[in-house]
C-alpha cells in the first residue's frame, strides 16, 4: 500500500462534538508533546510559552494577557505546535540518500512533516534525483551567484510565512529592495489580504482597531466565517470572559463548530468538570458567499430602526447619504437567496445590534476568500461606522489573524505594494533608492514562474506549494524555476517540488535557544492586536547546524550584495539589537523600538482605534457602496469551501482527526447535507471524486473523498485543505485583493 491509502484505510466517523476544549484537550495536549519531545523538553517549552519574556507561539496570532498570566497560557493547538517543533527525530543527509524526489513524491503531506527535523543544509543538484549535503559557505555561494547573474531583479522573489519574526522579516525585504524588486509575496496574500484592502480604503489602517480589552468590555461580539475552537482557541477564553459579563454572540458560519456552541475552559475548574460556557446566542447558518447581501440587510433594517450615531458620522465620515440610499432599496428576495437565511433570522440578528451599545466585529477566512471579500469587509465597516463603534471602549473591528506573525512581517515591510513613506524611510536609512514599482503577490509569483518571467525563488519559512491555490499550476511553476531555496524546520511539499536547482536551508525553531554571535539573541513579534513584544527560545537546538532566520538571511545578503550599499549584514546577524535599531528609525510607529522592547513591548499606534483620527486621503472614515450579486451554480453542481481540521495549523498536518466534526484517522471526506445527498443520489459513506468547473474549461480533480453527511446548508460542502487547494483555480481570486477564493469553489460530485 502507498502512504495515501495507508493513512485513509482506517478512516472514521462519530457525531460532531458539542463543545469545544476540555480535560481531553489538556491530556491530548500533553500526551503529545511527551511523545514528541519527551518530559524535560514538554516541561522547558509549555511552562514558557506565552510568558513574559518566554516563547511566544508559532501558532495562532491571538494576544496574550495582560499583567499576570494563567501558568498554562496556551491552547490544545499552541501545545502541539510546540511539539511539532520540537520532534526529536531528525532528518538529515542518511535520510535524503534514501529517499529520492521520485520516493518523497509520492508520500503525504502529513508524512513527509513528521519525519522530524531537518538539520543540515541540502542540495538538489540541476538533472539529480536526491538532495545531497552541502556546507552553508557553498549554499550561500551559489546563492549568490544566481542572483548576481540575474538579468533583471525582478526574476527573483522572496516569499514570507507568517512564522518569520520582525526582525528576520526586516532584513529580508531590506536585501529584496537592496537587490532592487518588490516580489514580496506572503501568506497574508493567501488569507487576510482582503481585509488590509478593505480597511485602508475604508479607516486608512490595514489592522483591526481593538484591543483584548475591547473583547472583554463588548456587551455584543460578532464571529463572522471563523472557527476559534480550532483556529483561534484562545479566543474562547476572550469570549467566555465577556459572556460571564453578560456580553452576547452572534455567530454566523455555514457549519455550525464545536467552539461557537459551548467551551470547556481547561484552565477553569467549571470547564475541568464539563460545564464550561455556552457561547453563541444566535447561530446563523449562512450560505457560502452570503455575508455580503446579510450585512446589507442589517444596515437596511438598522436604519429604519433609527439605529445611528448621527454625531458621529457627521464628524467622522463621508458617503453616508449614498449608502443609505443604496441599502434601502434593497431587493428582500436577493438577500434571501443569497443568504439561505429566513427574514426572521435577519431581523433578529438585526436588534441584538441594535441593542448593543458596545460591538466588535470578528471575521476570518471565510470571509476573505470570496470573490467579493473586500466588498463583504467594507460592509462590516459600513455597519459599524452606522452605530459609531469604532475608536471607542469595548467595540470596533477585529480580524483575527491565522498566523504568529504575520501582522508584524507586514509591518516590517513585506509587502509587494510598499508604501512611499516606508520606501523613503528606507532610502534615508540606507542611502539608496529602493524600488518603486509595484511587484508580485503571491498568484502573479505562480504566474511568473509559470510563464518563465522569474527564476529564483527563495522561501523564508512556510509551505508555498501546499499553500497555494491551484497545486498542479504551483507545482509546475515551481519546477520551471532555476533555483528554489526554502529556509525551513521540517519537511514538505515545497522542497519536493522544487526548482531544477534546489536548496534545503535548516533553521533553528522558536523554542530553541538562538546564540548568533555568541550571544543570547530574542526576537520580536506582533500580535493580532497590534501588540509588539519579544521571544526567547530556551531548549537546545535539534542540531548544530542549525542557523536562525536572520543568519541566513543576512549570509544571502552578504553573498549576493556583498558591500553594495554599505549595508552591515554581519553585524546585523551579530547581533539583532543593531536590526532593531534600524526598525526604529525607518518602519512608521516603530520610533525607539530597540528601547520599547527592553521595557516590555509595546502597542503600535492605530489612529481610528486611539483618536478617531482616520488617515484616508479624505480625512475621514469612508462608507462605502457595492452591489449585491447572488453566486449560483448549475443544478447537479455545489460550492465548496475548503477549511482545516482539528489536528492541523495552515499546511502542517499534525495527525488525522479531526474531534470537533467527529472523524478519526482521516483526511479525505467531503460535508455534505442530508438534502444534497438526496437530491444527488449519494449516500453517507459513498466515496466520491472531486472535479472543480472554472471558466478556462480546465478539469482539476482531487480523488477519493468519502461523502459525509453533515448540518450544512443545502448546496454547500467543505472539504479539508490542502488536498483540495488543487480544486481551487489560480485565475480564481477576490476583486481588488487577489486573494485566492478558496471557499467558493464550484464543484460536481463524481461516483467511483
Same mark, same amino acid.
Given at each position: 500500500m502507498?502512504?495515501?491509502?495507508?493513512?485513509?484505510?482506517h478512516?472514521?466517523?462519530?457525531p460532531?462534538?458539542d463543545?469545544?476544549a476540555g480535560?481531553?484537550?489538556?491530556r491530548?495536549?500533553?500526551?503529545?508533546?511527551?511523545?514528541?519531545?519527551?518530559?524535560?523538553?514538554?516541561?522547558?517549552?509549555l511552562?514558557?510559552?506565552?510568558?513574559?519574556?518566554?516563547?511566544?507561539?508559532?501558532?495562532?496570532?491571538?494576544?496574550?494577557p495582560e499583567?499576570?498570566r494563567?501558568?498554562?497560557?496556551?491552547?490544545?493547538?499552541?501545545?502541539?505546535a510546540?511539539?511539532?517543533?520540537?520532534?526529536r527525530?531528525t532528518?538529515g543527509?542518511?535520510?535524503?540518500?534514501?529517499?529520492?524526489l521520485a520516493?518523497?513524491?509520492?508520500?503525504?503531506?502529513?508524512?513527509l512533516?513528521k519525519?522530524?527535523?531537518?538539520?543540515?543544509?541540502?542540495v538538489?543538484?540541476d538533472g539529480?534525483?536526491?538532495?545531497?549535503?552541502?556546507?552553508?559557505d557553498?549554499?550561500?555561494?551559489?546563492?549568490?551567484?544566481?542572483?548576481?547573474?540575474?538579468?533583471?531583479?525582478?526574476?527573483?522573489?522572496?516569499?514570507?510565512?507568517?512564522?518569520?519574526?520582525?526582525e528576520a522579516?526586516?532584513?529580508?525585504?531590506?536585501?529584496?529592495r537592496?537587490?532592487?524588486?518588490?516580489n514580496?509575496?506572503?501568506?497574508?496574500?493567501?488569507?487576510h489580504e482582503?481585509?488590509?484592502?478593505?480597511?485602508?480604503r475604508?479607516?486608512?489602517?490595514?489592522?483591526?482597531?481593538?484591543?483584548l480589552?475591547?473583547?472583554h468590555?463588548a456587551?455584543l461580539?460578532?464571529?463572522?466565517?471563523q472557527?476559534?475552537?480550532?483556529?483561534?482557541p484562545?479566543?474562547?477564553?476572550?469570549?467566555?470572559i465577556?459572556?460571564?459579563?453578560?456580553?452576547?454572540i452572534l455567530?454566523?458560519?455555514?457549519?455550525?463548530?464545536?467552539?461557537l456552541?459551548?467551551?470547556?475552559?481547561?484552565?477553569k475548574?467549571?470547564?475541568?468538570a464539563?460545564?464550561?460556557?455556552a457561547?453563541?446566542?444566535?447561530l446563523?447558518?449562512i450560505?457560502?458567499?452570503?455575508?455580503?447581501?446579510?450585512?446589507?440587510?442589517?444596515g437596511?433594517?438598522l436604519?429604519?430602526?433609527?439605529?445611528?450615531?448621527?454625531?458621529?458620522?457627521?464628524?467622522?465620515?463621508?458617503?453616508?447619504d449614498a449608502?443609505?440610499?443604496h441599502?434601502?432599496?434593497?431587493?428582500?428576495?436577493t438577500?434571501?437567496?443569497?443568504?439561505?437565511?429566513?427574514?426572521?433570522e435577519?431581523?433578529?440578528?438585526?436588534?441584538?445590534?441594535?441593542?448593543?451599545?458596545?460591538?466588535v466585529?470578528?471575521w476570518?477566512?471565510?470571509?476573505?476568500?470570496h470573490?467579493?471579500?473586500?466588498?463583504?469587509?467594507?460592509?462590516?465597516?459600513?455597519?459599524?461606522l452606522?452605530?459609531?463603534m469604532i475608536?471607542k471602549?469595548?467595540?470596533?473591528?477585529?480580524?483575527?489573524?491565522?498566523?504568529s506573525?504575520?501582522?508584524?512581517?507586514?509591518?516590517?515591510?513585506?509587502?509587494?505594494?510598499?508604501?512611499?513613506?516606508?520606501?523613503?524611510?528606507?532610502?534615508?536609512?540606507?542611502?539608496?533608492?529602493?524600488?518603486r514599482?509595484?511587484?508580485?503577490?503571491?498568484?502573479?509569483?505562480?504566474?511568473?514562474?509559470?510563464?518563465?518571467?522569474?527564476?529564483?525563488?527563495?522561501?523564508?519559512?512556510?509551505?508555498?506549494?501546499?499553500?497555494?491555490?491551484?497545486?498542479?499550476v504551483?507545482?509546475?511553476a515551481?519546477?520551471?524555476a532555476?533555483?528554489?531555496?526554502q529556509?525551513?524546520?521540517?519537511?514538505?511539499?515545497s522542497h519536493v517540488?522544487?526548482?531544477?536547482?534546489?536548496l534545503i536551508?535548516?533553521?533553528l525553531?522558536r523554542?530553541?535557544?538562538d546564540?548568533?554571535g555568541? +550571544? @543570547?539573541q530574542? /526576537?520580536?513579534?506582533? %500580535?493580532?492586536m497590534?501588540?509588539?513584544? $519579544?521571544?526567547r527560545?530556551?531548549?537546545?537546538p !535539534?542540531?548544530?547546524l542549525?542557523r536562525?532566520?536572520v543568519?541566513?538571511?543576512?549570509?544571502?545578503?552578504?553573498?549576493?550584495?556583498?558591500d553594495?550599499?554599505?549595508?552591515?549584514?554581519?553585524?546585523?546577524?551579530?547581533d539583532y539589537?543593531?536590526?532593531r535599531?534600524?526598525?526604529?528609525?525607518?518602519?512608521?510607529?516603530?520610533?525607539?523600538?530597540?528601547?520599547?522592547i527592553?521595557?516590555?513591548?509595546?502597542?503600535?499606534?492605530?489612529?481610528?482605534?486611539?483618536?478617531?483620527?482616520?488617515?484616508?486621503?479624505?480625512?475621514?472614515?469612508v462608507?462605502?457602496?457595492?452591489?449585491?450579486?447572488?453566486?449560483?451554480?448549475?443544478e447537479?453542481r455545489?460550492?465548496?469551501?475548503?477549511?482545516?481540521?482539528h489536528?492541523?495549523?495552515?499546511?502542517?498536518?499534525?495527525g488525522?482527526d479531526?474531534?470537533?466534526?467527529?472523524?478519526?484517522?482521516g483526511? +479525505? @471526506?467531503?460535508? /455534505?447535507?442530508?438534502? %444534497?445527498?438526496?437530491?444527488?443520489g449519494f $449516500?453517507?459513506?459513498?466515496?466520491?471524486d472531486l !472535479?472543480?468547473?472554472?471558466?478556462?474549461?480546465?478539469?482539476?480533480?482531487?480523488?477519493?473523498?468519502?461523502?459525509v453527511?453533515?448540518?450544512?446548508?443545502k448546496?454547500?460542502v467543505a472539504?479539508y485543505?490542502?488536498e483540495?487547494?488543487?480544486?481551487?483555480?489560480?485565475?480564481?481570486?477576490?476583486e481588488?485583493?487577489?486573494?485566492?477564493?478558496?471557499?467558493?469553489?464550484?464543484?460536481?460530485?463524481?461516483?467511483i
Amino acid at each position: 500500500m502507498t502512504a495515501f491509502d495507508e493513512e485513509e484505510a482506517h478512516l472514521r466517523v462519530g457525531p460532531p462534538a458539542d463543545h469545544a476544549a476540555g480535560l481531553e484537550a489538556v491530556r491530548l495536549s500533553l500526551a503529545n508533546a511527551v511523545r514528541k519531545m519527551g518530559v524535560r523538553k514538554t516541561v522547558r517549552n509549555l511552562r514558557t510559552l506565552n510568558q513574559h519574556d518566554g516563547v511566544d507561539c508559532m501558532s495562532c496570532a491571538w494576544p496574550d494577557p495582560e499583567g499576570r498570566r494563567h501558568t498554562a497560557e496556551f491552547c490544545e493547538n499552541g501545545a502541539k505546535a510546540v511539539a511539532w517543533e520540537g520532534q526529536r527525530d531528525t532528518v538529515g543527509p542518511e535520510f535524503f540518500a534514501a529517499h529520492g524526489l521520485a520516493d518523497l513524491a509520492e508520500r503525504t503531506d502529513h508524512w513527509l512533516e513528521k519525519q522530524g527535523r531537518l538539520t543540515h543544509p541540502m542540495v538538489r543538484r540541476d538533472g539529480g534525483t536526491h538532495y545531497e549535503p552541502i556546507s552553508w559557505d557553498d549554499a550561500f555561494a551559489l546563492i549568490g551567484s544566481f542572483l548576481k547573474n540575474l538579468d533583471s531583479p525582478d526574476e527573483a522573489a522572496f516569499y514570507t510565512s507568517g512564522r518569520a519574526s520582525n526582525e528576520a522579516a526586516f532584513v529580508y525585504q531590506l536585501l529584496a529592495r537592496a537587490l532592487g524588486t518588490n516580489n514580496l509575496p506572503d501568506c497574508s496574500n493567501m488569507c487576510h489580504e482582503s481585509t488590509g484592502t478593505a480597511l485602508m480604503r475604508t479607516i486608512g489602517m490595514g489592522k483591526g482597531s481593538v484591543t483584548l480589552e475591547d473583547l472583554h468590555q463588548a456587551d455584543l461580539i460578532v464571529v463572522s466565517g471563523q472557527n476559534p475552537g480550532t483556529n483561534h482557541p484562545r479566543m474562547l477564553t476572550a469570549l467566555e470572559i465577556a459572556k460571564r459579563d453578560g456580553a452576547k454572540i452572534l455567530a454566523i458560519n455555514p457549519l455550525p463548530e464545536a467552539g461557537l456552541i459551548r467551551f470547556d475552559n481547561p484552565q477553569k475548574v467549571r470547564g475541568l468538570a464539563g460545564k464550561g460556557t455556552a457561547l453563541a446566542d444566535r447561530l446563523l447558518r449562512i450560505r457560502s458567499n452570503g455575508d455580503l447581501a446579510l450585512w446589507q440587510a442589517i444596515g437596511h433594517l438598522l436604519l429604519l430602526k433609527g439605529v445611528a450615531d448621527r454625531e458621529f458620522i457627521a464628524s467622522s465620515t463621508v458617503g453616508f447619504d449614498a449608502w443609505a440610499e443604496h441599502v434601502a432599496g434593497i431587493d428582500r428576495d436577493t438577500v434571501l437567496a443569497a443568504t439561505g437565511l429566513s427574514w426572521e433570522e435577519i431581523e433578529a440578528a438585526a436588534d441584538m445590534l441594535a441593542s448593543a451599545k458596545r460591538i466588535v466585529h470578528c471575521w476570518a477566512m471565510g470571509i476573505t476568500q470570496h470573490r467579493n471579500a473586500v466588498a463583504t469587509i467594507k460592509e462590516f465597516v459600513n455597519v459599524a461606522l452606522l452605530q459609531g463603534m469604532i475608536g471607542k471602549p469595548g467595540a470596533g473591528l477585529c480580524p483575527v489573524r491565522g498566523h504568529s506573525n504575520v501582522q508584524g512581517d507586514r509591518s516590517m515591510g513585506i509587502w509587494e505594494k510598499p508604501p512611499a513613506v516606508f520606501l523613503d524611510r528606507l532610502r534615508d536609512e540606507f542611502g539608496f533608492e529602493p524600488p518603486r514599482a509595484h511587484g508580485h503577490d503571491a498568484v502573479d509569483t505562480v504566474r511568473a514562474f509559470r510563464d518563465g518571467h522569474a527564476t529564483v525563488f527563495v522561501a523564508l519559512g512556510g509551505n508555498f506549494v501546499g499553500a497555494m491555490s491551484d497545486t498542479e499550476v504551483t507545482a509546475a511553476a515551481m519546477r520551471n524555476a532555476a533555483l528554489t531555496v526554502q529556509i525551513s524546520t521540517k519537511l514538505n511539499r515545497s522542497h519536493v517540488e522544487a526548482g531544477r536547482t534546489a536548496l534545503i536551508l535548516p533553521t533553528l525553531g522558536r523554542t530553541e535557544q538562538d546564540l548568533t554571535g555568541g +550571544r @543570547v539573541q530574542r /526576537i520580536t513579534v506582533e %500580535d493580532s492586536m497590534s501588540a509588539v513584544h $519579544a521571544s526567547r527560545g530556551r531548549s537546545a537546538p !535539534v542540531g548544530p547546524l542549525l542557523r536562525s532566520e536572520v543568519d541566513i538571511v543576512c549570509g544571502i545578503a552578504a553573498a549576493a550584495l556583498g558591500d553594495r550599499h554599505d549595508i552591515p549584514w554581519a553585524a546585523f546577524a551579530a547581533d539583532y539589537e543593531r536590526i532593531r535599531e534600524r526598525i526604529g528609525r525607518v518602519v512608521p510607529g516603530c520610533d525607539d523600538y530597540a528601547a520599547k522592547i527592553r521595557d516590555g513591548g509595546f502597542t503600535m499606534p492605530h489612529p481610528p482605534r486611539d483618536s478617531r483620527t482616520f488617515p484616508t486621503p479624505e480625512g475621514k472614515a469612508v462608507f462605502t457602496v457595492s452591489p449585491v450579486e447572488v453566486m449560483t451554480v448549475p443544478e447537479g453542481r455545489l460550492v465548496l469551501q475548503t477549511l482545516r481540521s482539528h489536528d492541523q495549523f495552515n499546511t502542517t498536518i499534525y495527525g488525522l482527526d479531526d474531534r470537533y466534526r467527529g472523524i478519526s484517522r482521516g483526511r +479525505r @471526506v467531503v460535508f /455534505i447535507s442530508d438534502a %444534497d445527498l438526496t437530491e444527488l443520489g449519494f $449516500a453517507d459513506g459513498d466515496v466520491v471524486d472531486l !472535479v472543480s468547473e472554472w471558466a478556462d474549461g480546465v478539469e482539476r480533480r482531487a480523488e477519493r473523498f468519502r461523502l459525509v453527511a453533515y448540518d450544512t446548508p443545502k448546496g454547500c460542502v467543505a472539504a479539508y485543505y490542502p488536498e483540495t487547494n488543487p480544486l481551487v483555480p489560480l485565475d480564481s481570486q477576490a476583486e481588488e485583493s487577489g486573494t485566492p477564493t478558496s471557499k467558493w469553489v464550484q464543484v460536481r460530485l463524481e461516483r467511483i
